[in-house]
């Protein structure tokens, strides 16, 4: 796929008013067709066959437990590159009912003009793949469906990098792909942190965060957060952790990194008279008499502490506690365990377009959606629905993005002040294991 330089708009539609965007889910996902599958991952189009490139990135030295061997294996950085195939009915999404106006040009070429999005994500932590993938999927399905529809001015492809722990890789990282100009914009997978260098060696880029993490001081209105902070993740983790403890009981903070800021957050957000230690397994629970543990790593070790507490012990978590290690190894112990997380689920919705998106998604890569998975479909679609509207450049796309306030989107309909989250502890879902899976017991007010 050759770069595009930044150029004017290709399409014409009619005006709309500033600042509202409707998602295109239902009518993007009413285009698929279930009825055909090829060999591979992805759907091809029924009309006219179209083949896209993508490239999935894996770290060097990325480190997955092979339980069932007992051992350990590696991957390696490699790059896979293939041909995307995809199964499509001959039908065209709706144009948003509302967005900023757009410019109008003349008709589109004939041939679809290749851009592209990076996902930026960090799989330096252990099991953070875990918690990526979902949100790559979801924000690779939507360009995959739009880059699908008949008579597209565009295609849309997404490549993931990895940072790899490094924020000076991250930014290395972010120049290289502002000096691209077939690059239309990021996103920030979850967890990504210090995203501020990332944004600022992006230039201007639009960049839309699945990340809790880091402060961002953006003046050009094209970076926008779809999650709630790591501040208000924290107040609703240590108010539920106080909420759980029994009389005169404490609570423990438990995880892999003591320095982990979730862990810090969280314990000033427990109340003074409460008493908070910090605890490296079962064994200091038991000895510290904690009626709660506050668990901030990933779901692996999560299980490897819940098989030693207590029945009277709870166990509660941020995200990570969501990865699909933990109701896996820690069968029984799993039960009644809580997290907290800014991450919608649909699965019992009986709205047709989120029936159709889990139809979608567990068709395409044989598994539900996961954390993050719904708010990424959201992020790409708003970058979908701002390419429609201005057209193939990068610089006309940030100045879209400049003038929305509001996304309806298939998570949530999301309103943003400075690109944070207005009343952002109302995107924050707990959830419980029951009957040994996770179940929304605690929607957003």
Not at 112 to 137: M, W, Y
Not at 295 to 315: C, E, H, K, N, P
């Amino acid at each position: 796929m050759s770069p595009i330089e930044d150029s004017p708009a290709i399409d014409s539609r009619s005006s709309r008013d500033l600042g509202v965007v409707q998602a295109l889910g239902d009518e993007a996902l009413d285009c698929l067709d279930f009825s055909e599958r090829m060999q591979g991952r992805h759907l091809r189009p029924c009309q006219e066959p179209y083949n896209e490139v993508l490239t999935f990135t894996v770290p060097i030295g990325f480190r997955t437990n092979d339980r069932r061997g007992g051992e350990d294996s590696t991957i390696r950085r490699v790059a896979l590159i293939g041909p995307l195939v995809i199964v499509l009915t001959a039908c065209e999404a709706q144009a948003p009912a509302t967005a900023p106006s757009p410019r109008t040009t003349g008709a589109p070429s004939s041939e679809p003009i290749a851009l592209k999005v990076a996902f930026i994500q960090d799989l330096a932590p252990e099991g953070a793949l875990d918690r990526t993938l979902p949100a790559f999927q979801g924000a690779e399905l939507a360009f995959t469906v739009a880059s699908a529809r008949e008579g597209t001015a565009f295609t849309i492809g997404i490549v993931a990098f990895d940072i790899d722990g490094s924020i000076e890789t991250g930014r290395e990282i972010a120049e290289e792909i502002a000096g691209d100009p077939s690059y239309v914009a990021a996103i920030a997978a979850p967890s990504l942190p210090e995203q501020q260098p990332i944004a600022e060696a992006l230039d201007g880029m639009p960049f839309l965060s699945l990340s809790d993490r880091g402060a961002m001081l953006s003046e050009d209105g094209a970076w926008l957060r779809f999650v709630a902070p790591l501040r208000d993740l924290a107040t609703r983790l240590g108010g539920l952790a106080e909420s759980h403890r029994s009389a005169r009981r404490g609570v423990c903070l438990a995880g892999t990194d003591e320095l982990d800021p979730l862990v810090r957050y969280t314990r000033r957000s427990v109340s003074s008279d409460v008493h908070v230690t910090s605890a490296k397994g079962a064994d200091d629970v038991t000895s510290a008499r904690c009626g709660v543990v506050v668990w901030s790593g990933d779901g692996l070790g999560a299980a490897a502490i819940a098989v030693g507490l207590d029945a009277d012990v709870r166990l509660i978590g941020g995200p990570g506690l969501r990865d699909g290690d933990f109701i896996e190894d820690a069968g029984a112990s799993a039960e009644g365990a809580l997290s907290v997380c800014s991450c919608a689920d649909v699965s019992n919705s009986l709205d047709l377009a989120a029936r159709r998106f889990i139809q979608t998604f567990q068709s395409e890569n044989g598994t539900a959606p996961g954390p993050y998975a719904l708010e990424a479909w959201d992020a790409a679609r708003m970058i979908i629905a701002g390419v429609d509207a201005a057209g193939p450049s990068r610089g006309e796309l940030a100045s879209w993005l400049s003038g929305v306030t509001r996304f309806d989107g298939l998570a949530d309909s999301y309103s943003w002040t400075d690109g944070e989250l207005v009343s952002p502890s109302t995107f924050i879902r707990t959830y419980e294991v029951v009957g040994g899976r996770w179940v929304l017991v605690e929607r957003p007010e």
